[in-house]
C-alpha cells in the first residue's frame, strides 16, 4: 500500500506502474533493508540522503553502512586519502540540505592561491567573496599530530550524521557478496552475512573491494584509475603563517611527468597533492628539489613528510554501474575528474537516493533516473581533459606561461572588475565550478584578446630583459 | 627535502608472528591462541563445530593432557596478561578450556600418539601425579614403555587427593587419567618405593627414572598442643575426605594458613556444617591463594582471621578446645619482598576450637627413597629436570607450583630426555617477551562481555557438598567467547591489510590458516604504513624499506 500513496503522492510513474504490473516492479517497501558499501562522502550522502527522502514519504526502510575503519585513526589508517579541498559553493549547497560542517572540521580557510612558474609567482585573491575554500581532514590528521576530536574528520563527521539519520554503521569488513534467492547479500570477514532489498556499493577505488562484485555482477567494469601523491609535512605556526599564509600554492612546473602539484595548509600541515603521470619516488624528489618549491619552507630545507600515501584517482567512469537492488556510486562509479570528489559524490548520491526512494531499484529505474546525473559528470570530464591539455600545454611551453603569468598578475594589480584569468584558474584549481563553465569563461571576447596582448607583451618584455643582460655579460 | 630522502622514511611491513600473553603466562606452555584460533576462524578454514572444537582440544591436550581438570582447578595466569582486560575483561580462557576438556571426555576423544615404532629403552616413574602423568604420556606417545609407581592406590597425587571435590569431581579426574593409561603406560599403584619396591629393583628394571614425588610432607605449626588427636595437615584432612573416611571435626574449626590448601581444606570442613575460621599471619593482600577461591570461602560463611598466627593449642584432656591467637603486624618486607609479620605484644586471645587444620606449608618426603637422591630436600636440577643421564625430575618436588607448572616440568623433561635418547638436539628455552600496547588496537574489536560460568549458591553448597561450584559453559557460550579473542600478534584474516593497500601488496594465501591468511608481495608496497597501523592484533610491523 506503500507503494500505491507514494506513487501518487509523487505524481509520475503511474503509468509504469500500471503498465508493468506491480509484481514486475522493484520498489523499496516498509522494511526493506539497504547496505552500503562504504562509509566515506558517497556512502553517507546516500544514507541521509535516501533515510531522509523516505521519511519524507513515510517509507519505512533500514540502511546498514559496512564501514570497518575508524576515522579517529591518524594517518592514512583512518584517511580516504584526498587533498582535503572543500569549495564554498558545496559547503553552501550543503548548508541548505541541512548539513552544516562543524568549525572543528574547517583545518584551514583559504582566501588566495599562488601560482608559482619557473617565469614567476603571482598571487590571486579570492574572485568572488563565497568562492573561498575549506582545507580539510579526511581522517583525524597526519601521523602524529594533535588528536583532533571526533567531529574534527571530515569523514568521520559525515559517518556520524548517516549514523544519527538512523542508519546501523556495521564496523566490518565485507569479504563476499552474493545473491540470495534473486536478492544481494554480504558477507563479512567474521563469517557473518546478511540479505538485502538494495546493495549500494560506495567503496571508493582506494581499496580491493571492487574485486568483490566480479561474480554477482560481472558487467559492472571498475573505473581507470591514476595514481597520485600526497603526504603531510609537519611546520611550526608561524613558519606555515609566513611562508605559506591562507593560500593554497599551485605549481606549474616543467618537470616530466608532472601535472599539477599545490601545497595546501592545514593546522599545523601542509598538504602536498601531485597529479601525474604514473607518480613514483623519483618524481616526488624531483619536484621537492625544485627551487620553486623549496622556495615555500623554511630555510629552503623540505622536512620528512609525517604520512604519506598514493591514493588512486578516478580518471574514467565505471561500466554498467548499476542493476537490479545494486547501484555504485561515488569514487566506485563516476566522479569528476582530479577535482572536487566529495562534490560529485554528493551530487551522484543524492541522485541515487532520489532514485531509489521515488522510483525503484530495478536497473531501468537506475538507467532512467540515476544515469543522468552520472552522464552530466561524464561529459564535464571531457571539457575537463580537453582543458587539462591546454594547462599542461602551458606548462610545457615557457612562452605560454609568461603570458599567463602577466595576464594573471595585471588582473590582480588592477583590481579589475574582470578577472578573466584570475577565475578561470581558480576554478580550474579549486573545482569550485563545473569544467563547462570553467571553458566557457574562456569564449568570453576579452578573454582571447587579454592572452594575445600577454602573450606578445610577456614575452617582449623578457626577451628585451634577456636581451639588455645579455649585453651586460658581453 | 634532498634527493632520495623521500624514500629513507618508507618503512614495509613484515609479517611476524609475535607471542600473546596467554601463551607467554600459561604454566603449561599451552598455545592458548592457537587453539582458540582454530575454533573462532573455523569458517575461514572450512572446519565445522565440533571437528573445529575437537582440533583445539587435540592441540591442547598436545602439551596438557587434563584439560578438563586444569579448566577448574588452574589460577589461569593466561588470563592475567589479556590485551582483552582493559576493554571489556580478559578473554575466559580456563571457562574455554573447561568447555574443551569436558568435551573430550564426551566425545571419548583419545590421546594421539607421536611415534609409532617401540623404543628399547624402558621409564619408570616415581609418583602418579600432574608432573609423574604428563611425563609419562609424554614418553609413552613417543613409544617409551613407561612404569608409573604410587603408594596410593589412586592415582592424580595432589589432583586426586588434595583438591576437593566440589572443585574436581573424581570422575573428570580418572576420565584424563584413564586416557593416558590407554597409551600403554602402566600404573602401579599402591606401590609405594621402598616399601613394595626397592630402589634397586627400580634401578635395575628402568633405563631412566623420573621422580615426581611431589612435597606430601607437611610442615609442622611448632606450637604447644599441636601433637595429639584433633591436629591434622591440610593435605592430610583433604585425603581422608577424598578417600571418603572423613574426621569427626566437631563445631568450631580452625584452619592455619593462606594458601590454596589452606582454603580448600577451609571451605571442605565448612560444608561438614562446622563455623570455619582461617587464621592467616598476614593481610589478604599477601594470600598465596587464589583470590577468587578466597572470594568463594567468603561467600560459604568462612571467617578470615587476618593478622593472626597461632600461639598454643588448648586442650582438656586429649580434646581440642581453643587455639591461642597472637596478633601480628606487618613489618619490613622479607626475602620474598612481602611484608613481614611481627606480634603485637599482649595482644593474645582465645579461639574456641574443636579441631586444628595445619596448611603453613609442605615439603618433598623422601622416606623410603632418601638413596635415588642424596641432593638437598627440595630436588635441584639442571634445564629441563635433568639431575643426571639416569635421573630426572620434576613437579613440586623442585618447588611448590600450580599443577600447571608440574604438567609442564612432566612435559619438558619428557621432550629433553627423548632428545638425548634419540641423539637428538636438546629443546629450545621458549621466549617469553610477549605483544602487548600500543601494537594491539582494542578498539578495532567489537565489544562483547566475557562469559561468566555459572555459579551454585551459597546455600545450595553446603547442602550438597560434593557438587561442583562452577558449572561448564554451554557450547553457544563457548562458542562466543573465543570470538573475543584479540588473536594478539598472529593474523586472524581480518583483511584490512589485503582490502586497504593502494598497492595490491597483499595477495589471498592458497591455503588460509591462522597466520597465514595473506603472502606479501613487497614490489607493490608504496611505504604508506597503513597496513601496518590498521593491523589490529599486531601481526605486521614495519621494517626499512629494502
Known amino acids: 500500500m506503500a507503494f500505491v500513496e507514494r506513487t501518487v503522492k509523487e505524481g509520475d510513474n503511474l503509468a509504469a506502474f500500471f503498465e508493468g504490473g506491480e509484481e514486475r516492479r522493484l520498489t523499496l517497501t516498509d522494511g526493506s533493508r539497504i547496505a552500503v558499501i562504504g562509509g566515506g562522502p558517497a556512502g553517507t550522502f546516500f544514507t541521509y540522503f535516501l533515510l531522509r527522502l523516505a521519511e519524507s514519504i513515510d517509507l519505512d526502510v533500514s540502511v546498514d553502512i559496512y564501514e570497518p575503519r575508524s576515522f579517529a585513526y591518524q594517518g592514512p589508517a583512518g584517511c580516504n586519502h584526498c587533498g582535503g579541498i572543500v569549495s564554498e559553493s558545496l559547503v553552501q549547497l550543503l548548508a541548505t540540505e541541512g548539513i552544516n560542517l562543524p568549525p572543528a572540521v574547517v583545518q584551514r580557510g583559504i582566501e588566495s592561491y599562488v601560482l608559482h612558474m619557473d617565469v614567476g609567482t603571482v598571487r590571486i585573491e579570492t574572485p568572488l567573496q563565497e568562492k573561498r575554500i575549506a582545507a580539510v581532514f579526511r581522517g583525524n590528521g597526519p601521523r602524529e599530530s594533535e588528536p583532533l576530536p571526533v567531529s574534527g574528520s571530515f569523514d568521520g563527521f559525515l559517518l556520524e550524521l548517516a549514523a544519527s539519520s538512523g542508519a546501523r554503521v556495521v564496523r566490518k569488513l565485507v569479504s563476499a557478496t552474493s545473491w540470495d534467492t534473486g536478492r544481494p547479500r554480504v558477507t563479512c570477514s567474521d563469517g557473518t552475512s546478511a540479505t538485502y532489498d538494495l546493495l549500494a556499493v560506495a567503496a571508493g577505488i582506494n581499496s580491493q573491494a571492487l574485486q568483490l562484485f566480479q561474480e554477482i555482477a560481472p558487467g559492472y567494469q571498475a573505473p581507470k584509475t591514476l595514481k597520485t601523491f600526497i603526504c603531510e609535512f609537519r611546520l611550526p605556526r608561524e613558519a606555515l603563517d609566513k611562508f605559506i599564509g591562507p593560500s593554497m600554492h599551485v605549481f606549474l612546473l616543467d618537470i616530466p611527468r608532472l601535472e599539477f602539484a599545490a601545497l595546501i595548509p592545514k593546522g599545523e600541515f601542509l598538504t602536498l597533492c601531485i597529479l601525474g603521470d604514473d607518480v613514483d619516488n623519483a618524481l616526488i624528489d624531483t619536484f621537492l628539489s625544485a627551487p620553486e618549491v623549496k622556495a615555500c619552507f623554511p630555510d629552503g630545507q623540505v622536512p620528512a613528510p609525517a604520512c604519506h600515501c598514493f591514493p588512486r584517482v578516478n580518471v574514467e567512469a565505471a561500466a554498467q554501474l548499476y542493476g537490479d537492488r545494486i547501484v555504485w556510486i561515488g569514487d566506485s562509479g563516476v566522479a569528476r575528474l582530479y577535482k572536487d570528489g566529495i562534490g560529485s559524490a554528493y551530487r551522484v548520491a543524492k541522485a541515487a537516493a532520489k532514485t531509489v526512494v521515488h522510483h525503484g531499484i530495478s536497473a531501468e529505474d537506475f538507467r532512467q533516473h540515476y544515469g543522468p546525473a552520472c552522464g552530466r559528470i561524464n561529459s564535464d570530464n571531457t571539457i575537463a581533459k580537453f582543458i587539462f591539455g591546454v594547462s599542461t600545454l602551458i606548462q610545457r611551453v615557457r612562452f605560454l606561461r609568461r603570458g599567463v603569468l602577466r595576464m594573471t598578475a595585471n588582473e590582480q594589480q588592477r583590481r579589475a572588475a574582470r578577472r578573466h584569468m584570475s577565475t578561470v584558474l581558480w576554478d580550474l584549481f579549486t573545482g569550485s565550478a563545473p569544467y563547462k563553465e570553467v571553458l566557457t569563461r574562456t569564449f568570453h571576447p576579452e578573454f582571447p584578446a587579454m592572452l594575445g596582448w600577454n602573450l606578445l607583451a610577456g614575452n617582449l618584455a623578457r626577451r628585451r630583459a634577456n636581451g639588455s643582460k645579455g649585453n651586460a655579460h658581453g | ?546
Open chain 2, 1 to 546: 627535502m634532498k634527493t632520495g630522502t623521500f624514500e629513507q622514511v618508507l618503512a614495509q611491513p613484515a609479517q611476524a608472528e609475535q607471542l600473546p600473553p596467554c601463551g607467554a603466562n600459561c604454566a603449561t606452555g599451552t598455545d592458548v591462541r592457537g587453539w582458540i584460533a582454530v575454533v573462532a576462524q573455523r569458517h575461514k578454514l572450512g572446519l565445522t563445530d565440533a571437528d573445529a572444537i575437537s582440533q583445539a582440544w587435540r592441540m591442547v591436550a598436545d602439551v596438557n593432557p587434563f584439560p578438563a581438570t586444569l579448566g577448574r582447578i588452574c589460577p589461569h595466569p593466561c588470563e592475567a596478561g589479556c590485551n582483552r582486560e582493559g576493554k571489556d575483561g580478559a578473554v575466559a580462557i580456563n571457562a574455554l578450556e573447561r568447555f574443551l576438556g569436558d568435551w573430550g571426555l564426551r566425545q571419548g576423544l583419545s590421546l594421539e600418539r607421536m611415534e609409532s615404532d617401540p623404543k628399547p629403552e624402558r621409564i619408570g616413574v616415581v609418583g602418579a601425579g600432574p608432573a609423574g602423568l604428563s611425563f609419562a604420556y609424554q614418553m609413552a606417545r613417543r613409544g617409551y614403555r613407561v612404569t608409573v609407581y604410587d603408594g596410593e592406590p589412586k592415582p592424580g597425587g595432589m589432583l586426586q587427593h588434595g583438591i576437593p571435590e566440589y572443585r574436581l569431581p573424581e570422575e573428570v579426574l580418572t576420565g584424563e587419567i584413564q586416557r593416558i593409561r590407554e597409551l600403554g603406560v602402566e600404573l602401579r599403584l599402591g606401590t609405594a618405593i621402598g616399601r613394595d619396591v626397592s630402589v634397586d629393583e627400580l634401578r635395575t628394571q628402568h633405563d631412566v627414572l623420573f621422580l615426581g614425588i611431589g612435597a606430601q610432607r607437611a610442615q609442622r605449626l611448632g606450637v604447644e598442643g599441636e601433637d595429639g588427636p584433633g591436629v591434622w595437615s591440610g593435605t592430610e584432612y583433604l585425603s581422608s575426605v577424598n578417600r571418603g573416611a572423613p574426621p569427626a571435626l566437631g563445631d568450631d574449626v580452625v584452619v592455619v594458613g593462606g594458601g590454596n590448601t589452606a582454603i580448600d581444606a577451609a571451605r571442605t570442613a565448612r560444608r561438614t556444617g562446622a563455623r570455619v575460621t582461617l587464621l592467616y599471619r598476614r593481610t589478604r593482600q599477601e594470600m598465596p591463594a587464589i583470590a577468587a577461591e578466597v572470594e568463594e570461602a567468603l561467600v560459604e560463611g568462612v571467617t578470615l582471621a587476618l593478622l593472626a598466627a597461632p600461639l598454643r593449642i588448648e586442650r582438656t584432656g586429649e580434646a581440642v578446645t581453643a587455639i591461642t591467637v597472637q596478633r601480628m603486624e606487618l613489618g619490613e618486607p622479607d626475602a620474598s619482598g612481602r611484608r613481614r609479620p611481627v606480634a603485637v605484644a599482649g595482644s593474645a586471645y582465645e579461639l574456641p576450637a574443636s579441631a586444628v587444620i595445619a596448611a603453613v606449608s609442605q615439603e618433598p618426603d623422601w622416606e623410603g627413597i632418601g638413596s635415588l637422591y642424596t641432593g638437598p630436600t627440595w630436588v635441584k636440577t639442571q634445564p629441563w629436570g635433568r639431575i643426571d643421564e639416569q635421573l630426572w625430575a620434576g613437579g613440586d618436588a623442585l618447588g611448590l607450583g600450580i599443577a600447571g607448572i608440574a604438567i609442564a616440568h612432566g612435559r619438558r623433561a619428557a621432550e629433553a630426555l627423548h632428545a638425548q635418547l634419540r641423539g637428538q638436539p636438546a629443546p629450545a628455552a621458549p621466549s617469553r617477551a610477549a605483544v602487548t600496547g600500543k601494537a594491539i588496537k582494542p578498539d578495532y574489536y567489537a565489544a562483547c562481555a566475557r562469559t561468566e560460568a555459572p555459579a551454585l549458591p551459597a546455600a545450595q553448597r553446603l547442602v550438597s557438598p560434593e557438587t561442583e561450584v562452577h558449572a561448564t559453559i554451554g557450547e553457544a557460550e563457548f562458542l562466543e567467547e573465543v570470538t573475543r579473542c584479540f588473536s594478539c600478534g598472529l593474523c586472524f584474516g581480518c583483511e584490512q591489510c589485503f582490502m586497504y593497500c593502494n598497492g595490491k601488496g597483499f595477495v589471498r594465501a592458497e591455503h588460509a590458516a591462522p597466520g597465514a591468511y595473506f603472502t606479501l608481495q613487497l614490489d607493490a608496497c608504496e611505504g604508506c604504513r597503513k597496513c601496518i597501523e590498521l593491523c589490529p592484533c599486531g601481526f605486521l610491523s614495519a621494517q626499512p624499506l629494502a
